[in-house]
């Protein structure tokens, strides 16, 4: 078996992040869950709350570490023993860009590989921008976070138009 990692913006973390994780977490020795930067994205939450929350919710899984990271996946992925990368694929749309991000990182360092999961049909619709704009506008994400995030989510949107 091999170690791997699942990185990803985790802003906030989905019930369909949470499913990758955990399916993961069953294919491989160590799974490290990584809040990474992605440059063209403004976050909601700091990386510290990201990283705290996904502690939280992978606190059951003995497999799994959190961590976050500025700089390049296949950096972490060689300082750590990695060598596999997970994405989840949600629609036809997704490839495109996650081929491009994988043949990147394979580039940098042929001994990192990307494997793909499909996202499970029920998260399939799901992202975090779409979970945050609901949010924001007051209708209801359950079901679609934990509940953990929920709290976050209404407890965030609160603060900012008080
Ligand atoms: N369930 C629900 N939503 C999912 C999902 C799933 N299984 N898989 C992906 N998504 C959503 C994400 O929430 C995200 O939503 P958003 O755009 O509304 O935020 C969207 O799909 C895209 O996800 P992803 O492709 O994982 O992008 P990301 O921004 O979350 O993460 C990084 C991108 C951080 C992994 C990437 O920028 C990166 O690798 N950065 C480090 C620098 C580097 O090494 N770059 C590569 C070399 S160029």
Redesign the pocket.
């Known amino acids: 078996m091999a170690n791997a990692l699942v990185?990803?913006?985790?802003?906030p973390v989905?019930?369909?992040?949470m499913?990758?994780i955990r399916r993961a977490s069953g294919l491989f020795d160590t799974v490290h869950v990584l809040v990474?930067?992605?440059?063209?994205?403004n976050t909601l939450f700091t990386a510290e709350e990201r990283v705290e929350m996904l502690r939280r919710l992978c606190a059951d899984m003995n497999d799994v570490v959190v961590n976050s990271f500025e700089?390049?996946?296949?950096n972490y992925a060689q300082q750590n023993n990695i060598t596999v990368i997970v994405?989840?694929l949600?629609f036809v749309s997704?490839f495109e860009?996650?081929l491009q991000?994988a043949l990147?990182?394979h580039r940098?360092n042929s001994a990192v590989e990307t494997v793909f999961l499909p996202?499970g049909v029920e998260?399939s619709d799901?992202?975090?921008?779409?979970v945050?704009e609901i949010a924001r506008l007051g209708g209801a994400v359950e079901g679609l976070v934990p509940d953990i995030v929920q709290q976050r989510l209404v407890a965030k949107f609160a603060a900012r138009t008080r």
């Open positions: 990185p990803g913006s985790f802003d989905t019930n369909g992040h499913d990758i990474a930067s992605n440059n063209a994205k700089g390049l996946l296949v994405k989840g949600r997704d860009y996650e991000m990147a990182n940098l996202t998260y799901l992202s975090s921008s779409i945050k």
